[in-house]
């Protein structure tokens, strides 16, 4: 089962996050768009999975059903937690219904291939997908702050900070993150000291981002301890 959920897991990152254009995510009220994501969900699953399972159309078919009705929605923080728990949901049901799609796959044989799996897959999760949400968390508060950086600087500073703590977690230095914490307040202190609003975007756009990698990165421990090692050591001595 679980190998069948980490190749899963692994093809919805790919599909959601890094094989979704912004134009197809804007624009899936179109059922052509609609469809071609589809495309993209049942592609993936076939190649990660490495089956012709009956179940993975089902499986294509209820995320198309998650994002047509997410995209009637308003695009809040909100809206993107409940489509990415539904999505997660529907792959735990298939995973415990029809365990036996990655048994029955061309990658059967490789048993290192699922842990990789759901180590790609939670790093995409912790830097991708984290800045979807913490963007649309901060959305409201946007408008408000003056913000003169370097453009898109914002976004690569949270991916870098979420992929670091994914590290750390998965690495055992767990207790390196209160450096990062100690470093990004340092760097950012003579920014926002004088100005309290920009000062509390700050605070809780960090926050929010060390809490969705360390959620995802534990998360991922935890699939890992059900699938065959890795055999990577660990970063301490």
Do not use: C, N
């Amino acid at each position: 089962m679980f190998e069948t959920l980490a190749a899963l897991l692994f093809a919805h990152a790919l599909a959601d996050f890094l094989l979704q254009p912004a134009a197809m995510a804007a624009a899936k009220r179109r059922p052509v768009m609609l469809a071609a994501h589809g495309g993209v969900v049942l592609a993936t699953a076939l190649l990660a999975s490495g089956s012709l399972h009956p179940a993975l159309l089902v499986l294509t078919v209820l995320h198309m059903a998650t994002d047509y009705a997410k995209a009637r929605l308003p695009a809040r923080f909100a809206t993107f937690l409940a489509d990415q728990a539904l999505h997660l949901a529907t792959l735990a049901a298939i995973a415990a219904t029809a365990p036996a799609i990655w048994a029955g796959g061309l990658w059967s044989g490789m048993t290192a291939l699922p842990p990789l799996y759901a180590l790609l897959a939670g790093a995409i999760i912790a830097i991708r997908a984290g800045g979807f949400a913490i963007g649309q968390l901060m959305q409201p508060w946007a408008d408000q702050i003056a913000l003169d950086g370097l453009p898109g600087g914002g976004r690569a500073i949270g991916h870098l900070e979420r992929g670091l703590i994914f590290l750390m977690v998965l690495g055992g230095m767990a207790e390196g993150i209160g450096f990062l914490i100690a470093a990004k307040s340092v760097l950012r202190f003579g920014t926002v000291r004088e100005e309290a609003k920009l000062s509390e975007y700050v605070i809780i756009g960090t926050l929010a981002s060390f809490a969705w990698a360390l959620v995802t990165a534990f998360a991922t421990l935890a699939l890992l301890a059900h699938l065959a090692p890795l055999g990577i050591p660990d970063f301490t001595p």
